[in-house]
Nanobody
Framework: QVQLVESGGGLVQAGGSLRLSCAASGIIFSIGAMGWYRQTPGKQRELVAIMSSKGSPNYADSVKGRFTISRDNAKNTVYLQMNSLKPEDTAVYYC??????????????WGPGTQVTVSS
């Protein structure tokens, strides 16, 4: 009984910015790493950015310097600030979190995804 819901996707022109949010809710005891992945039709899902529970971030080389991941542990929320967007950033972006529920079961959870489209 855990849900992740993304928001903030949309259509933007190249060079523009978007801010994605993902809030986790449910019978949560604790959350470990949280991150963002993206996938284009016919292409393998790829990691965009992750952040540990202590705040240590890691980024894909393709977005480093343009995207910034952050999280608010008190709100069980992770964010992705995307600047200088490029057409190749177009994809469905998925939120991921490693969560331990109140019955001490730990597993990865995924949001339904949010579409980001960058026009040239």
């Amino acid at each position: 009984q855990v849900q992740l819901v993304e928001s903030g996707g949309g259509l933007v022109q190249a060079g523009g910015s978007l801010r994605l949010s993902c809030a986790a809710s449910g019978i949560i005891f604790s959350i470990g790493a949280m991150g963002w992945y993206r996938q284009t039709p016919g292409k393998q899902r790829e990691l965009v950015a992750i952040m540990s529970s202590k705040g240590s971030p890691n980024y894909a080389d393709s977005v480093k310097g343009r995207f910034t991941i952050s999280r608010d542990n008190a709100k069980n929320t992770v964010y992705l600030q995307m600047n200088s967007l490029k057409p190749e950033d177009t994809a469905v972006y998925y939120c991921n979190a490693n969560i331990m529920t109140v019955d001490f079961r730990q597993s990865d959870y995924w949001g339904p995804g949010t579409q980001v489209t960058v026009s040239s």
